[in-house]
């Protein structure tokens, strides 16, 4: 599985922003579909997840704030986020793991994710 993250950039406080994550190589509905964040310095910490039944999980920092979906027929992870504030600033991961069979109800530990792609940075500006 191969995966490719797009959409990160520069925006304001307060403002909004849709990061897309394209997987290749298998459907992206047989995993547990995870963004991940790592701001510099710091751990990467998951941020929100999907899984293979469509069980949404939210970290508390972003909850009421980003929205994860995904478009089985594109087979593409999309996180919208808004109302953007400067702690969200940081590199963007997706992530798919088949551990549990991709059935996660909640966050994933990092160390439980089988695929990764590469990032895509967002900076946010006051």
């Known amino acids: 599985v191969q995966l490719a993250e797009s959409g990160g950039g520069s925006v304001q406080v307060g403002g909004s922003l849709t990061l897309s994550c394209a997987v290749n190589?298998?459907?992206?509905?047989?995993?547990?579909m995870s963004w991940f964040r790592q701001a510099p310095g710091m751990e990467r910490e998951g941020i929100a997840v999907i899984s293979i039944y469509g069980l949404k999980s939210y970290a508390d920092s972003v909850t009421g704030r980003f929205t994860i979906a995904e478009d089985n027929a594109k087979n593409t992870l999309t996180l919208q986020m808004n109302n953007l504030k400067p702690e969200d600033a940081g590199t963007y991961y997706c992530?798919?793991?088949?551990?549990?069979?991709?059935?996660?109800?909640?966050?994933?530990?990092?160390?439980?994710?089988?695929?990764w792609g590469k990032g895509t940075l967002v900076t946010i500006s006051s």
């Open positions: 190589g298998s459907p992206s509905r047989r995993y547990c």
């Open positions: 992530a798919a793991s088949s551990h549990r069979g991709g059935y996660c109800s909640t966050l994933w530990a990092p160390a439980l994710m089988n695929y």
